[in-house]
């Protein structure tokens, strides 16, 4: 017996077989442990980016440009919180975590924030997920947190002021078309449609019947459209302010004229821009004909505009819109260009004039409606011609076409003859505008 129970020992410590099943059950302990913490960070991982995915959408959402937070924001005076873009970033979080389960929400802080012309808002959540397998080496729960962070730019409030040339001369055929009808119509050849009150016959009622346009009728029709295309550009219905002024109703009340104050009312400007008008004159020679004091008009607009501000609502950026063929007509001892034995001045625009209104931070877009040649107008050639087309070429490198562009802004400067539209150069001139004022701001 003694001798067969140490056979079986032996055999039984010298036998292998079973080894990998005791190994094996061994082993699955940790294994199935990490399977476990692989679904467990699975399903958390997840979560957490469904949650990031709907505090993404509140920062967003919560100040677009229909939200009510971005609305708020254009009316507020101070920066500051924003308690509706708040309510509004909880709801849009919710609405987007309403289906997602198996997680407890433990808290949720939106902030929207507006600062200067910048809206900002930022959405943070934090929750916790029970585990299944984790609970086994001792981690119950699993801790989910996210931060999602958006800006906005606020559209800038701009002012802007339209100072129109409603000189004599802008009563020119508005292409050469027109100009050539009123040429073959006068027994002086005159391309001009004069407003002479004092003549029953005077080219401004000629004009209208021959069926003339004149640039003065393009300007009116065009600064109309203007206010159009400001009131569907404009995000805040008070955002862009308009004031429209020209050189006087007659030559004998020559000078900066207002028609229409500063208002943000653009359906008002639209309907003062359509009594726009040419200069009258009561008989050739009133106030010797110099009917476009430069030197007097464009230092009065300055004096019109208020300081610019940073483009908030109490603070709006200022433009000036100036709208001219570009050539004074005035009594200036210090005229650019003077002829021998007068003081009358009929000069391309001093650009200093423009540089005393830039200095203050005040912008300058010039639309340039390009002074055509008359060459059978006799005054004309002799007070135009020599700078329209001397030295520097035929326009658009006359001496008044250099001039205006000196006067204008950086990028702020158009000119066109009118058969290529004033009213297309004026909205893109405005558009131009507020896209730099946005860049620059």
């Known amino acids: 017996m003694r ?47 469904k949650l990031q995915a709907a505090a993404d959408a509140a920062s967003v959402g919560s100040i677009a440009k229909a939200s009510p937070a971005f609305k708020a924001a254009g009316n507020m005076t101070a920066d500051g919180s924003i308690s509706v873009g708040v309510t509004d970033a909880e709801n849009i979080f919710n609405a987007n975590r309403a289906n997602l389960t198996g997680y407890t929400l433990t808290s949720l802080a939106p902030t929207v924030v507006k600062s200067g012309s910048t809206v900002t808002s930022t959405v943070s959540f934090t929750a916790t997920m029970n585990t299944m397998f984790l609970g086994l080496i001792g981690k119950s729960a699993l801790t989910l947190s996210g931060t999602s962070k958006a800006t906005a ?68 029709s065009a600064t109309a459209s203007l206010m159009e295309t400001a009131s569907l550009t404009e995000t805040y219905s008070n955002q862009f302010r308009m004031a429209i ?88 001892t210090g005229c650019l260009k003077p002829l021998s034995g007068t003081t009358r001045c009929q000069s391309p625009l001093n650009p200093a004039l423009c540089k005393k209104i830039t200095d203050r931070g005040v912008k300058i877009a010039v639309l340039y409606t390009t002074y055509l040649a008359l060459p059978t107008n006799a005054w004309y050639m002799k007070w135009i011609d020599p700078f329209n087309k001397g030295p520097y070429g035929p326009s658009p490198n006359s001496e008044i076409a250099k001039n205006m562009q000196s006067c204008a802004s950086p990028g702020l400067y158009f000119e066109v003859s009118p058969t290529q539209g004033i009213a297309d150069a004026m909205n893109a001139l405005f558009r131009k505008a507020v896209a730099d004022a946005r860049i620059s701001g």
Do not use: W
Request: proline content about 3%.
């Open 3 to 49: 001798a067969a129970f140490s056979i079986i020992l032996r055999r039984f410590v010298h036998d292998r077989r079973g080894n990998i099943a005791v190994i094996f059950a061994l082993a699955c302990v940790p294994l199935i442990s990490a399977i476990g913490c692989a679904i467990d960070y699975s399903r958390a991982t997840l979560t957490r980016s």
């Open 245 to 332: 002024y020209d050189f006087g109703g007659s030559a004998s009340t020559l000078g900066l004229r207002s028609l229409f104050s500063l208002s943000a009312s653009l359906s008002s400007a639209k309907t003062a821009a359509g009594k726009i008008d040419l200069m009258s004159v009561n008989g050739q020679n009133e106030n010797n004909d110099q009917d476009t004091a430069f030197t007097a008009v464009i230092p009065a607009i300055d004096k019109e505009i208020s300081s610019p501000g940073g483009g908030t609502s109490s603070s709006p950026l200022k433009y000036l819109f100036f709208v001219s063929d570009g050539v004074a007509d005035e009594s200036n």
């Open 153 to 220: 730019s606020m559209p800038l409030y701009i002012d802007f002021y339209l100072l129109l040339d409603n000189s004599p001369s802008m009563g020119v055929g508005a292409t050469p078309t027109d100009v050539q009808t009123m040429v073959n119509n006068t027994s002086d050849k005159c391309a001009f449609a004069c407003h002479d009150l004092k003549n029953t016959n005077n080219y401004y009622d000629l004009a209208k019947k021959l069926g003339v346009t004149t640039r003065i009728d393009v300007l009116r």
